[in-house]
């Protein structure tokens, strides 16, 4: 008899759906969109919609296997997992003995979102003393930007939507990226709101909105200058709000926003004047602006600063003020778990070297003391995700360099690997999940026994310690043990009887510290325009970085409804869905280049070289070219994907990835 059991989605989006699955004979038959939860409402994104089939894919990996081949070449024999387990721990022994504990770097992100098996290494590696790595590719600009004027006041509640008139999305694709976000947004606009999208190309999301604003990118930061230069010549500013909410709006005012007409704004955008003078008229005038960003616009030289300047319209014109009015960014929830039970930093003895996870290619090419001499990567893709590839294979390539990957297939890093360890998928293991796009949480337990001889992330590193010979009982915890020491203690975010809830697995509400838009949690208690404990004490502009390189045409790395990331690629209809890798181009820039729709193109900088599939495509303003997904090398052309391209460059603030931060030459 078929079963249904409740899970949650594990993947790096806003929304950790919860999922209902159907289980027959043990193996996960259908899945489909909790209609109980309270975001998820039944509504899957096409991702997941056949998660089944990632699950039982033909292409999940099974059993352990041993390289036999070139480093690269995907040549493997299986093995058991006791000689795996063996094989790594004697040659990590080796490796501390002859270079010390740091030459071994764990390379991992957000492959799963669940707290114990996300965090399942921290422990391990802290014990160990290998470099620590600084996890910092998705968006930590954008925390930067918010703490620099925010503080650490908790984000609004982003349902709060349906009582705004005027919604703008932000350099967020929702419509791929947060679909319960565009729901909701796009509920606002049947109530009567009016729903702009900014952007750098035509996406779909612009499709859905009643006006979209195409701008270059980077030039985010200007845009809202310009605005803000407009709000305050026209005597739009909330005088009252600002003077019992905001710090240093009158430093903003006689320093910064003079040289921000619209004119001057304009000429980086690619606005015209009167556009942005109408988009600060409008902003400005509406009873209860709302703006959800996004998080590509952080990934540039500038964005920390990006961010930090758009959070300042809701101050400037009091949105904050009105139920329905302020600006969205994501939930931060770190509070409402105690997390350092599973990663336990007490285990560090001395003080690890940190490594950037944006900058693996120089950490394993530019043989620091020590080098590294050990890779350990789980449920990530970095030969695919991270910045500057060619930097980040020759890496790999190293033949003294120990590589071993655990994961669900048969990826592009780790064809490049020692030992490839076969993972389980978040059907298989218990965890807990919170969320960035709302305060929910859900436990889930496993749906079905693990495929093949899989092993998630946690007992994969109970396996270690005890082949490390450690006597380490937090080590002989289950991940059920954890998930239940990170409910065991009083906390203000949950209720008894919302930590009971969660025990049995229903999606449940956080309550956030203290109450959104009610409070300033600044050292001034105030929105801090001025901050002179930031480098920049004010918003001002700032260039990207590519500006400086000279290519001709900046190049849009951008999401796409059908992956996340390198993850789906697995899914044959979601693949085909995608076509295949494209670079979308504007026909100005094609015929100038004498280039034709659909014949094979080469992009190129001083990083690298990546073959894409032309489309010719007028949502792609001339001087942009944009590439959705993160392609597996075994479906493209050439041999690189677009993070060929990208650099290992960090942002102004949180020393994040400046992946969108590219410009490239294409040729035919
Ligand atoms: S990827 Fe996002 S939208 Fe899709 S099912 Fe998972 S949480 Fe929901």
Redesign the pocket.
């Known amino acids: 008899m078929p079963a249904t059991t409740r899970s949650v989605?594990p993947?790096d989006?806003?929304?950790?759906?919860g999922l209902l699955v159907t289980v027959e004979n043990g193996r996960a038959t259908a899945v489909s969109g909790d209609p109980d939860h309270p975001i998820?409402r039944g509504l899957?994104?096409p991702?997941?919609s056949h998660y089944e089939d990632t699950v039982h894919s033909p292409r999940r990996l099974t059993t352990p296997l041993r390289r036999v081949g070139s480093k690269g070449a995907g040549e493997f024999e299986p093995i058991s997992w006791e000689e795996a387990i063996a094989t790594i721990c004697s040659r990590w022994q080796v490796t501390i003995a002859d270079h010390g504990a740091e030459a071994i770097l764990p390379y991992s992100y957000a492959g799963t979102m669940g707290l114990v098996q996300r965090n399942a290494g921290h422990a391990f590696f802290n014990k160990i003393g290998a470099s620590q790595l600084e996890r910092t590719i998705c968006s930590p600009a954008k925390d930067a930007g918010w703490k620099a004027l925010m503080g650490v006041t908790p984000a609004m509640d982003p349902a709060e939507v349906e009582g705004s008139d005027l919604v703008i999305l932000w350099g967020i694709n929702a419509a791929a990226t947060s679909?319960?976000g565009m729901r909701d947004a796009t509920s606002a606009r049947r109530g009567g709101a009016r729903l702009w999208a900014i952007d750098t190309y035509r996406t779909p999301t612009c499709d859905a909105a009643d006006e979209a604003f195409l701008i270059r990118p980077g030039s985010d930061g200007a845009l809202a200058l310009g605005m803000l230069h407009v709000i305050e010549r026209e005597r739009l500013l909330d005088r009252d709000f600002i003077s019992a909410n905001v710090l240093g709006f009158e430093e903003l005012t006689a320093q910064i926003l003079p040289d921000c007409s619209p004119a001057q704004m304009s000429a980086i955008c690619g606005l015209s004047a009167g556009v942005i003078e109408r988009l600060a008229r409008e902003y400005a005038r509406a009873t209860a602006p709302f703006i959800r960003l996004g998080s590509g616009l952080t990934r540039y030289g500038n964005g920390a600063m990006t961010v930090r300047t758009i959070s300042c319209l809701p101050a400037a014109v009091g949105a904050w003020a009105k139920p329905g009015g302020g600006i969205f960014l994501g939930t931060s929830t770190g509070g409402a778990f105690p997390l350092q039970t599973v990663t336990r930093e007490d285990f560090i003895t001395d003080d690890p070297r940190l490594v950037s996870m944006n900058q693996l290619g120089a950490a394993l090419t530019e043989l620091a003391d020590p080098p590294v001499m050990s890779l350990y990567v789980y449920h990530s893709n970095p030969a695919a995700i991270a910045p500057d590839q060619n930097a980040v294979i020759r890496g790999l390539e190293r033949e003294e360099l120990f590589t071993v990957v655990h994961e669900r297939f048969m990826t592009d890093t780790a064809r490049y690997a020692d030992i490839v360890l076969p993972a389980t998928s978040s059907l298989e293991h218990p965890d807990l999940y919170r969320c960035y796009g709302s305060y929910h949480a859900q436990r889930c337990s496993a749906a079905i026994p693990p495929v093949g001889k899989a092993k998630s992330n946690w007992e994969v590193f109970c396996l270690l310690a005890a082949g490390m010979g450690w006597d380490e009982p937090f080590f002989r915890l289950s991940a059920d043990e954890l998930i239940e020491l990170l409910l065991v203690d009083e906390n203000p975010w949950r209720t008894a009887a919302v930590t009971e809830r969660l025990r049995h697995g229903e999606p449940v509400m956080l309550t956030p510290h203290t109450e959104p838009k009610k409070e300033w949690l600044t050292p001034s208690g105030k929105i801090e325009v001025l901050n002179v404990r930031e480098g920049e004490p004010l918003p001002r502009l700032l260039p990207t970085h590519a500006e400086r390189d000279g290519y001709p045409l900046r190049l849009q790395p951008a999401t796409t409804p059908f992956a996340?990331n390198s993850s789906f690629y697995e899914q044959g209809d979601l693949r085909s869905k995608q076509n295949c890798m494209e670079l979308q181009m504007n026909r100005v820039d094609a015929d100038a280049r004498n280039l034709a729709d659909g014949q094979t193109v080469t992009a190129c900088n001083d990083l690298g070289t990546v073959r894409f599939t032309l489309r010719i495509s007028e949502r792609v303003p001339a001087g942009t070219v944009v590439t959705e997904g993160v392609w597996w090398r075994e479906f493209i052309p050439g041999d690189r994907s677009v993070n060929a391209l990208t650099s290992q460059r960090l942002t102004d603030g949180g020393r994040g990835s400046t992946l969108y931060d590219v410009t490239v030459e294409v040729r035919g």
């Open positions: 989605c993947f989006c806003p929304d950790a759906c998820t899957l994104c991702k997941m679909i319960h996340l």
